[in-house]
Nanobody, 122 residues
Framework: QVQLVESGGGLVQAGGSLRLSCAASGSILSINTMGWYRQAPGKQRELVATLTSGCSTKYGDSVRGRFTISRDNDKNTVYLQMNSLKPEDTAVYYC????????????????WGQGTQVTVSS
């Protein structure tokens, strides 16, 4: 069983910054890819950013150059630094473990956090 706990969301004015954190706990041996997705009201969930254990990153087109993903492997934690926020960044942000290995040696996919709300006012 894996638990993902997100924090750092909130209300910010346009142009401001926020830093999201997501700590994974449970029977985790290693994590290949961690990332963030978001879902705005009435829209589909979309990629924000992912980061592999080999330090390869992938960003959504709308956030590239403004957001930075990072991780602390010792703490099984992934971060999302969001700068120059825009009202269109308003959404619920979800942490994701795309691929990970448990302490029993099983490879599992797609664990999700509960989400944290980010609201950017104009």
């Amino acid at each position: 069983q894996v638990q993902l706990v997100e924090s750092g969301g909130g209300l910010v004015q346009a142009g401001g910054s926020l830093r999201l954190s997501c700590a994974a706990s449970g029977s985790i041996l290693s994590i290949n890819t961690m990332g963030w997705y978001r879902q705005a009201p009435g829209k589909q969930r979309e990629l924000v950013a992912t980061l592999t254990s080999g330090c390869s990153t992938k960003y959504g087109d709308s956030v590239r150059g403004r957001f930075t993903i990072s991780r602390d492997n010792d703490k099984n934690t992934v971060y999302l630094q969001m700068n120059s926020l825009k009202p269109e960044d308003t959404a619920v942000y979800y942490c994701n473990l795309q691929r990970y290995m448990t302490s029993r040696g099983a490879t599992l996919y797609d664990a999700w956090g509960q989400g944290t709300q980010v609201t950017v006012s104009s």
